[in-house]
């Protein structure tokens, strides 16, 4: 299996590339790139944390590059007040040159076949929808497209209806469903918001993780991320949405999931980015997702424990690292 995160890290975001970059290490899986989006923090910037998070994980040489800078049609908004002045909290990742050509990177990837290609989109879904309009020929060969996003027929966490990927830019968003000529997999809140994180779980997770370099910064990463929970009343813990969302695409946590038509909305301004699925088939069109209702939390840290323990191994040049494949949901 082979992977491209799109990513805007973002501190739940570093959480996926924590478990990617074990998964890689293990032969689970090809991390065959990492790109940015504008969200939590500029793209730029985000792509000086994740490069930052794969080298603190061993693997500096993933290909890696800054998507698009700003959404389609509105202004960027970021999150500073939610994941820190440049995107990781407490810590800050050194500044570095960041390279452009995301799409190119993307068309590479999809060039070697994509049958075993799966595109996750943890932040706003800015380049992946300029890549359909600019590269649809491409667009239209992926088969296997994973989303953290959207509020269905739930509480929104921006507006009182709507997520924060799809709010930062709509019409992303709405481009990306009306597009797509395969159903996506949706992670919305209704089931990322169960992937809550405690301090004293956190410091087992840190403990867990030995001589790895990440270890040192993961408290000051997450410290920023509890006290925002806080601040807007669900308690001193963190929702890792975006660790959640990797696990589903990878088939690594039991779901449930029910084939849908979704919409959102972008030009209003009051309902901008609300996400609506027909779970009745009253538009009557074709299914364009797979929302994603229910999955195995607990199933899911137990993973995210796992690969804590093989960047441990690697850090102490341990070659025997157990693979996860016997892990899988299905087996």
């Known amino acids: 299996m082979r992977v491209i995160l799109d990513c805007d890290p973002g501190i739940d975001d570093t959480y996926a590339i924590i478990f ?47 998507g698009v800078p700003e959404p389609l049609e509105v202004d960027l908004t970021t999150t500073p007040e939610t994941h820190g002045d440049t995107g990781l909290g407490y810590a800050t990742a050194p500044e570095r040159h960041v390279e452009h050509d995301w799409d190119a990177l993307w068309i590479d990837s999809i060039a070697r076949g994509t049958d075993d290609l799966h595109l ?39 507006t009182p209806s709507a997520e924060w990927n799809f709010w930062v830019d709509p019409h992303a968003a709405a481009d990306v469903f009306a597009l797509t000529p395969t159903p996506i997999t949706l992670c919305s809140l209704g089931v990322t918001e169960k992937m809550v994180l405690k301090p004293e779980a956190l410091a087992e997770l840190v403990d867990r993780l030995g001589g790895s370099p990440v270890a040192e910064h993961l408290e000051a990463i997450t410290r920023f991320y509890f006290e925002f929970h806080q601040d807007v009343g669900e ?18 946590v039991d779901y449930q999931s029910t084939e849908t038509t979704v919409a ?28 994603v209702t229910e999955a195995d939390v607990e199933a899911a840290w137990e993973r995210f424990g796992w690969a804590c323990d093989v960047h441990a191994k690697v850090a102490a040049g341990d070659a025997e ?3 996860l494949r016997h892990l899988r949901a299905d087996d």
């Open 20 to 66: 990617l970059t074990a998964a890689a290490q293990a032969g689970l899986i090809e991390l065959d790139c990492v790109t940015t989006t504008s969200g939590n923090a500029p793209a730029d910037q985000c792509a000086r944390n994740a490069a930052w998070v794969l080298g603190l994980c061993g693997l500096p040489i993933i290909p890696l590059a800054a």
């Open 120 to 158: 996750i989109v943890t932040g706003p879904l800015t380049s992946l929808a300029a890549f359909a309009h600019t590269h649809p020929e491409h667009f239209a060969k992926l088969k296997h497209i994973t989303v953290m996003g959207g509020a269905v027929h739930y509480p929104g966490n921006t």
């Open 235 to 252: 308690g001193y813990q963190a929702q890792i949405h975006d660790l959640l969302t990797v696990l589903i695409a990878l088939d690594l």
């Open 264 to 291: 959102v909305e972008a030009d209003s301004e009051l309902m901008r980015g609300t996400s609506v699925a027909d779970l009745r088939g009253i538009w009557e069109r074709e299914p364009n997702a797979c929302l």
């Open 321 to 323: 690292i157990e693979e």
